[in-house]
């Protein structure tokens, strides 16, 4: 089993940024992939960014290409997600989620999931 615990999400206004943090424990050699993604009210899951722990590829939606970096510090067993330019549509609760598989942003390929933290971004 891997456990992840999210961190660092809060208020922003629209422009700023912040960076949510996603600790892993537990058998944490058994995923190859790390990904966030985030659920406003009302809507779908996205998938926003994922990286592959062991060459460091990357992967990004669209909607946050630019904006939205992806890191992962192996010894300290954390992703990151650095979010600059926020805007209020960037307003959702963030997950993190561990992988056996390079995943990418396929929620369906995602085995473990954090408890999420809320970011809201007001204008």
């Known amino acids: 089993q891997v456990q992840l615990v999210e961190s660092g999400g809060g208020s922003v206004q629209a422009g700023g940024s912040l960076r949510l943090a996603c600790a892993a424990s537990?058998?944490?050699?058994?995923?190859?992939?790390l990904g966030w993604f985030r659920q406003a009210p009302g809507k779908e899951r996205e998938g926003l960014a994922a990286?592959?722990?062991?060459?460091?590829?990357?992967y990004y939606a669209d909607s946050v290409k630019g904006r939205f970096t992806i890191s992962h510090d192996s010894a300290k067993n954390t992703v990151y997600l650095q979010m600059n330019s926020l805007k209020p549509e960037d307003t959702a609760m963030y997950y993190c989620?561990?992988?056996?598989?390079?995943?990418?942003?396929?929620?369906?390929?995602?085995?473990?999931w954090g408890q999420g933290t809320q970011v809201t971004v007001s204008s």
């Open positions: 989620a561990a992988s056996t598989e390079w995943a990418g942003v396929n929620e369906y390929e995602y085995n473990y």
């Open positions: 537990g058998y944490t050699y058994n995923y190859n992939s």
């Open positions: 990286i592959y722990t062991a060459g460091g590829t990357t």
